[in-house]
């Protein structure tokens, strides 16, 4: 059983709607990630948050657009996606920014854009 | 050059035979390191971290040699249950907070009856 919970599981969405994934972290940690898996890809690092405050953007283009309100919710702002962007999209937390801290992913939410 | 690389296999072996992953990156600041599993369509989750000392979990090995940026799993007694694709990730951690985790592509392991 997750500590991490992303909803929806699956979405499909056109090219010109909006829609959000969400994450929530029930494991009382400071920093949360989102991560993009694509096929035959390595997962890729996309935003980091500690204590709520965005400390990693990975070049991501601004049709991602991630909020966090607080340190347990972190939301994924999707629009005017492309096709490519069709992924698995992966939240995670840890307990902090210290190195060896163990991270902590979600089920994903399956993303299909056409 | 990936920052960090893996074969991604299959590795095809039969039940009870001893397999090994090797994973080598290219960061030499990188600070931890990791073995993740991931179960097809699933989530990945942690295996085991990878000291320089070496560590053992069980039929899990894990070794780290700095020098040469090169990280291994070593599977014992191989079970069904351990097919999976095995993700080696690197860790240099974020400048105000949070960790930056670079996984590999991933080795796949299936073990057959």
């Known amino acids: 059983e997750t500590g991490v919970t992303q909803t929806p599981r699956h979405l499909v969405m056109g090219m010109t709607n909006k829609k959000s994934l969400k994450c929530e972290q029930h494991?009382?940690?400071?920093?949360m990630y989102w991560y993009k898996q694509s096929a035959k890809k390595p997962l890729e690092l996309m935003f980091v948050?500690?204590?709520?405050?965005?400390?990693e953007n990975n070049s991501v283009p601004s049709r991602f657009s991630p909020e966090c309100p607080n340190s347990s919710h972190l939301f994924l702002h999707l629009h005017t996606l492309q096709p490519e962007d069709s992924a698995l999209y992966l939240c995670?937390?840890?307990?902090?920014?210290?190195?060896?801290?163990?991270?902590?992913f979600g089920e994903g939410s399956w993303l299909t854009v056409v | 050059r990936k920052e960090v690389e893996q074969d991604p296999g299959p590795f095809n072996v039969p039940e009870g035979a001893t397999v090994a992953f090797n994973c080598t990156y290219s960061?030499?600041?990188?600070?931890?390191f990791f073995w993740y599993r991931q179960d097809c369509r699933k989530e990945p989750k942690l295996l085991m971290s990878?000291?320089?000392s070496g560590n053992e979990d069980g039929r899990f090995t894990a070794q780290l040699n700095r020098a040469s940026q090169y990280i291994s799993l070593l599977i014992r007694d191989s079970k069904l249950s351990d097919s999976a694709t095995y993700l080696c990730?690197?860790?240099?951690?974020?400048?105000?907070?949070?960790?930056?985790?670079?996984f590999g592509t991933g080795t796949q392991l299936k073990v057959e009856l």
């Open positions: 995670a937390s840890s307990q902090g920014g210290g190195n060896g801290n163990t991270i902590y």
């Open positions: 494991l009382g940690h400071n920093a």
């Open positions: 948050y500690n204590f709520k405050e965005q400390t």
């Open positions: 960061n030499s600041a990188s600070q931890s």
């Open positions: 990878v000291y320089s």
């Open positions: 990730v690197v860790n240099k951690g974020v400048t105000g907070g949070g960790n930056k985790l670079t």
